[in-house]
């Protein structure tokens, strides 16, 4: 079992190596510029992977300061360059922001090979999945989509578009033991994907940290786009700071969580973070079901499993000996 997660970050790396190529020139899209550690994780795990594949990152992008006229410069500069859409849990239109942006990318890389980092893919309507359909379908085998877990390949398959299932890229990182010092931690989304609320619990929770928005680290450089200024020196600048942000958000997750002695959560990342410090989990699912898919499809065959599954928080609280919430 000690091997496990390690297993995993070779998986998606093999995949990775496998879709873009060793040595390959890359240009990242949709830099996760907001609080949710989970995302920043799952950077920092690709972004260790693609320094081990020896890729070279040429641009790279958020939703913020992506410009389709600045991206097909860069691509016309680096006709080899592969397109990586960053992974997550937004394929399918379950954030309009972000499916926006994924067919953007795709309508602006036509002769790129387009490769979407591992997902979970819930379509949120059939208009999202007929607009993705649309604007993939005329790449071929050039745009490829990693999900998350089985139930996401069907889907993507069903659809005609070309995938694999690939593990999530936390897994690229490495596996930390943290000494339990604290009582259990409960860990509760407060967003759109929780599938109970525990507003009507006696219980104190905690959801990732918020942040102070940097509007100013995006005016600036949606400035320096503007004007001009993207000699490759300013955009391998902007990834050193993106990868700071990432880092400096993964730590502050991991502080949230480290020292517990029990996690309880219905947060995937919340389960993967605690999983990667060594703390054993409590998990209850989303409102989409994506913890139960990924640990039917990656967790589940380890022996011991190392994460207990609840059906609901009361029986979470119940089996974890926090007593009954009122």
Not at 6 to 35: K, M, N, Q, Y
Not at 101 to 116: C, D, E, I, K, P
Not at 257 to 284: C, K
Request: some cysteine; hydrophobic content about 40%; charged content about 20%.
């Amino acid at each position: 079992m000690s091997q496990w997660w390690e297993s995993l970050g070779v998986r998606f790396e093999r995949d990775l190596r496998r879709e873009v190529g060793e040595g390959s020139e890359v240009v990242l899209v949709d830099f996760p510029d907001h609080a949710n550690v989970g995302d920043s994780a799952i950077w920092c795990g690709e972004i260790e992977a693609l320094n081990r594949c020896g890729t070279r990152i040429v641009a790279s992008y958020s939703s913020y300061n992506f410009n389709p006229s600045h991206f097909r410069q860069v691509l016309s500069r680096h006709t080899s360059a592969v397109v990586l859409i960053h992974g997550g849990g937004n394929l399918g239109g379950l954030y309009e922001h972000h499916h926006r942006l994924r067919l953007a990318v795709l309508q602006s890389s036509h002769g790129s090979r387009v490769v979407q980092m591992p997902q979970s893919l819930d379509w949120a309507s059939e208009r999202h999945r007929d607009e993705l359909v649309q604007a993939a379908s005329p790449f071929g085998r050039d745009a490829v989509f990693m999900v998350r877990d089985k139930g996401g390949f069907g889907r993507i398959s069903e659809v005609g578009l070309f995938g694999c299932t690939t593990p999530d890229a936390i897994h690229a990182l490495e596996r930390t033991q943290a000494l339990a010092f604290k009582g259990p931690l409960i860990h509760a989304r407060t967003d759109g994907e929780s599938a109970s609320s525990l507003s009507n619990l006696s219980v104190n929770s905690s959801d990732w940290p918020p942040e102070r928005r940097r509007a100013w680290r995006r005016q600036a450089a949606d400035a320096l786009l503007r004007v001009g200024l993207t000699r490759e020196g300013s955009m391998q600048g902007r990834l050193e700071n993106q990868n700071l942000l990432a880092r400096q958000r993964l730590e502050r997750g991991i502080r949230l969580l480290a020292g517990h002695s029990l996690v309880l959560t219905d947060r995937l990342h919340g389960m993967l973070i605690a999983q990667m410090l060594g703390i054993p989990v409590s998990a209850v699912d989303n409102s989409t079901g994506k913890l139960s898919r990924y640990v039917d499809t990656w967790i589940k065959p380890i022996d011991p499993v190392p994460v207990t599954f609840h059906g609901s928080w009361t029986e979470a609280f119940m089996a974890s000996d926090l007593g009954s919430p009122t």
